[in-house]
């Protein structure tokens, strides 16, 4: 899961495993969510996003799923590549949006 | 397509030196931000700019100004820098303000001595 603390959380898997990365959200009355990649020294990259009306949603390798009771947010990268090691955030949105600090996926091949 | 572009990658300026920090997106997007991220904290809201010819306030705005020169460029200066602005600024651009950031450049490190 993700940290406020200086030290990312970090996640290390196999090339070819899937990747399971957790985010906790804390305003229950937020309707919008975000999850991003963020590689060493480039910018955020948008990965997928999903409503607070649906519970799962499915791009290409990735899947985020929304559990709103625990204000619980996932991202599952199937088959994890090495070019997938970056730091992933999530954000969510309500009137504004808000970043998480993120948690590091090591991939080894 | 370069997407979004800031300039300069890296700066150090003395504390109450003047800067400006350039950014320009190709993609013809209405909507523009300037965040700052720091070590141990999500990306803050610096100011936003929802179309041509309007900015806000974001979340950490004081020691800040923007410009938005035209659609494609959105600056951001800082009068009187000072330490506690030493980060990484990132810009962004997005469709339109609902459609929250979708394309970030690549930061600019600033270092403030």
């Known amino acids: 899961g993700e940290s406020v603390g200086l030290h990312l959380p970090t996640l290390s898997v196999q090339e070819g495993d899937n990747s399971i990365i957790n985010c906790a959200y804390s305003?229950?009355?937020?309707?919008?969510f975000i999850w991003y990649k963020q590689e060493s020294g480039k910018g955020p990259q948008f990965i997928i996003d999903?409503?607070?009306?649906?519970d799962k949603r499915q791009g290409q390798r990735v899947t985020v799923l929304l559990n709103k009771t625990v204000k619980h947010l996932s991202l599952q990268i199937a088959a994890t590549q090495p070019g997938d090691s970056a730091v992933y955030f999530c954000?969510?949105?309500?009137?504004?949006?808000?970043f998480g600090t993120g948690t590091r996926l090591l991939v080894s091949p | 397509n370069a997407g979004v572009t800031q300039t300069p990658k890296f700066q150090v300026l003395k504390t109450g030196q003047s800067m400006t920090l350039q950014c320009a997106q190709d993609?013809?997007?209405?909507?523009m931000y300037w965040y700052r991220q720091d070590p141990g904290m999500g990306l803050r809201l610096i100011y936003y700019?929802?179309?041509?010819?309007?900015?806000d306030k974001g979340e950490v705005p004081n020691g800040y100004n923007v410009s938005r020169l035209n659609k494609r460029e959105f600056s951001l200066r800082l009068e009187s820098a000072a330490p506690s602005q030493t980060s990484v600024y990132f810009c962004?651009?997005?469709?339109?303000?609902?459609?929250?950031?979708?394309?970030f450049g690549d930061g600019t490190r600033l270092s403030i001595l």
């Open positions: 954000a969510e949105n309500f009137q504004k949006l808000v």
């Open positions: 999903i409503r607070s009306n649906m």
């Open positions: 962004a651009s997005s469709e339109s303000h609902s459609h929250q950031p979708q394309h």
């Open positions: 305003n229950s009355a937020s309707d919008y």
């Open positions: 700019s929802a179309s041509e010819g309007t900015t």
């Open positions: 993609m013809n997007h209405n909507s």
